[in-house]
T-cell receptor, first 112, second 113 residues
Framework: KQEVTQIPAALSVPEGENLVLNCSFTDSAIYNLQWFRQDPGKGLTSLLLIQSSQREQTSGRLNASLDKSSGRSTLYIAASQPGDSATYLC???????????FGTGTRLKVLA | DVKVTQSSRYLVKRTGEKVFLECVQD?????MFWYRQDPGLGLRLIYF???????EKGDIPEGYSVSREKKERFSLILESASTNQTSMYLC????????????FGPGTRLTVT
C-alpha cells in the first residue's frame, strides 16, 4: 500500500532563503507526482507535475525533482518570499490506478 | 484557465439531514473527484467519476453517494449527515486518466451539528 510522507510538518525561514521541501513514497511504481500549494481554508493550487520518466520540472522559482528508485521528491523554492507562506502537499499516482495518494503537507512560513 | 467551482464555501447542517455538495468544471474534463480533508489525515478520496454516469468508490465511500448526470457537474450526497462528516470537502477534475494534472475547487467547509 502506497504511503506518502512529508517531513518536516512545519518550517519557518527568513525571507530570501532557498529551501527544500521533502516528499517520500514507499512504492516506486508510480505514474506521476504532483506538488500543490494550499492557502488556509482554500483549495489546492497545482504547482508542478512530474511524470515517472522525468527527473525534474521547473516553474519560475520552483524546481521539483523526482528520484523514483529511492522513493523521493523534493520541491526547491529559491529566494523565498512571505507570499510563499502556505502548506505544500505532494501527491503520488501509482501505476495502474487512478488514485492519488496525498502526503499530509509541510506548513511553510516565510518571515519578512 | 481551468475553473472548478463548488456550490458553497461554508455549510452548516443538522444531524440526519440529506446534504448535497455540487462541483462544476468548465474545461470539458473527463475525470472528477471528491476528497475530504481532515487535520492529520490529509486528503482522502471518497468517489471518482471517469465519465457521465460512471463512478467508482474511493477509500472512504461509506455514508456518501455521488451523481454525475452531465459531464461538467459532479455531486456528492451525504444521505444522512453525521457529526463525523464535519470536514473540508474538495472537488477536483482532470482532463483524462494519464499524465494530466488535477485541478481543485476552493473547497466546502461542512459542519454537521
Amino acid at each position: 500500500k502506497q504511503e506518502v510522507t512529508q517531513i518536516p510538518a512545519a518550517l519557518s525561514v527568513p525571507e530570501g532563503e532557498n529551501l527544500v521541501l521533502n516528499c517520500s513514497f514507499t512504492d516506486s511504481a508510480i505514474y506521476n507526482l504532483q506538488w500543490f500549494r494550499q492557502d488556509p481554508g482554500k483549495g489546492l493550487t497545482s504547482l508542478l507535475l512530474i511524470q515517472s520518466s522525468q527527473r525534474e520540472q521547473t516553474s519560475g522559482r520552483l524546481n521539483a525533482s523526482l528520484d523514483k528508485s529511492s522513493g523521493r521528491s523534493t520541491l526547491y523554492i529559491a529566494a523565498s518570499q512571505p507570499g510563499d507562506s502556505a502548506t505544500y502537499l505532494c501527491a503520488v499516482r501509482g501505476s495502474g490506478t487512478y488514485k492519488y495518494i496525498f502526503g499530509t503537507g509541510t506548513r511553510l512560513k516565510v518571515l519578512a | 484557465d481551468v475553473k472548478v467551482t463548488q456550490s458553497s464555501r461554508y455549510l452548516v447542517k443538522r444531524t440526519g439531514e440529506k446534504v448535497f455538495l455540487e462541483c462544476v468544471q468548465d474545461m470539458d474534463h473527463e475525470n472528477m473527484f471528491w476528497y475530504r480533508q481532515d487535520p492529520g489525515l490529509g486528503l482522502r478520496l471518497i468517489y471518482f467519476s471517469y465519465d457521465v454516469k460512471m463512478k467508482e468508490k474511493g477509500d472512504i465511500p461509506e455514508g456518501y453517494s455521488v451523481s454525475r448526470e452531465k459531464k461538467e457537474r459532479f455531486s456528492l450526497i451525504l444521505e444522512s449527515a453525521s457529526t463525523n462528516q464535519t470536514s473540508m470537502y474538495l472537488c477536483a477534475s482532470s482532463l483524462a486518466l494519464g499524465t494530466y494534472e488535477q485541478y481543485f475547487g476552493p473547497g466546502t467547509r461542512l459542519t454537521v451539528t
